[in-house]
């Protein structure tokens, strides 16, 4: 960064999560690393934003900030210089002067479109194509917000991005800390019928397709044991070889416990879990998608599967179970691939993009 002066970035959000979430994850992370880098950082919430489906009405959610005022999150550490504000909705009023404005998710990003130049220059983090909720004349329509710079964290974001704008687009794949995700326990060591994976109640996420294909495994490989890890609540009837963690404190640790993890998403922006699990040495299994071929390469990175196809998702964990040397050398050749996703290669290509505004 110049000398002088500190950039100010106001980062928007679409609301205040109180729970991990994978989008909001990377928002924060770009916030803290940004503000180490000596930018003058600013998180607004608003209470309200249009098509955004609320548990709660608007006065209650008010109320609710008015309680909670501006307490830290409690899943994530934001750097300590980086301050938070709650606004009614995504105005001029409302929204602080700045340099430069990061925003996420299509209606926010639609919202941010409408304010004024001295509220900064615009970034439009492009974090998945976010087409599940319908209303994709509105998605489009958030690609080509005047004066805006599109940053997508996968190259097939970019190509479908491109052809609903002309507005400059950059790639800048997601970054994952390695201080915080590495491999501790050696991944020839670990027992090959151990699997890890993240639990969901969102439909897209395949959880039930990924419980179905473990059911299969066990019936083959009567020792293998499971750890599944997520942020809803344990789900019910689970057999006694499948642990279950609710919001684990270490997931480095989790991993690290696991030889293989397995993904069965319908669709991911980038698949931040699988990429974490990869740099803590699991080797990956998962759908044949494309969030997940930004680093899954079937038999060189990870070993691929078609979505909801139960039976060869358990195929293909019977098959590294048993061939322990291919799962050593695909979980390797994994970890060594995505190491170019560490988050100071993505802090870098951001903050180039920041001084070219």
């Known amino acids: 960064m110049q000398s002088g002066m500190p950039l100010e970035i106001t980062f928007i959000l679409p609301f205040k999560p109180r729970r991990p979430a994978g989008g909001f994850r990377v928002m924060y992370e770009y916030a803290n690393r940004l503000a180490r880098r000596g930018y003058k950082i600013h998180l607004v919430y608003p209470i309200k934003t249009r098509y955004m489906k609320y548990r709660f009405p608007c006065f209650v959610r008010y109320l609710l900030s008015k309680m909670e005022g501006f307490k830290r999150d409690v899943w994530f550490e934001l750097d300590s210089s980086i301050t938070m504000s709650y606004v009614p909705r995504v105005e001029d009023k409302y929204i602080p002067d700045a340099d430069i404005i990061i925003v996420t998710w299509w209606s926010t990003a639609l ?14 983090l492009v974090q998945g194509f976010e087409n599940w909720e319908g209303r994709e004349d509105l998605l489009f329509a958030s690609y080509d917000i005047k004066n805006t710079v599109n940053v997508v964290v996968a190259s097939y974001l970019k190509n479908i991005v491109r052809k609903y704008t002309k507005n400059r687009i950059e790639l800048i794949e997601n970054g994952i800390d390695n201080t915080k995700y590495f491999v501790k326990d050696k991944i020839e060591s670990r027992d090959p019928s151990t699997v890890a994976m993240a639990y969901s109640i969102q439909e897209i996420k395949g959880s039930k397709y990924g419980l179905e294909a473990l059911r299969l495994v066990k019936e083959q490989v009567p020792e293998l044991r499971v750890q599944m890890f997520g942020i809803s609540p344990c789900p019910e009837g689970l057999p006694e070889w499948i642990r279950y963690d609710r919001e684990p404190g270490n997931l480095c640790d989790v991993y690290n416990r696991n030889a293989i993890f397995i993904s069965n998403s319908f669709t991911e922006g980038f698949g931040l879990v699988s990429v974490e699990s990869m740099f803590c040495g699991c080797a990956l299994v998962c759908t044949d998608i494309e969030g997940h071929q930004e680093y899954a390469f079937e038999s060189d990175t990870a070993l691929l599967v078609e979505v909801r196809n139960t039976r060869q998702m358990a195929d293909r964990i019977i098959f590294l179970i048993g061939d322990n040397d291919y799962r050593i050398s695909l979980a390797k050749r994994g970890n060594e691939y995505v190491q170019r996703f ?16």
């Open 111 to 124: 919202e941010t479109g409408k304010l004024g130049p001295n509220k900064g220059k615009k970034i439009n």
């Open 342 to 357: 560490e988050w100071d290669n993505a802090v870098n290509k951001m903050e180039k993009v920041i001084g070219s505004l």
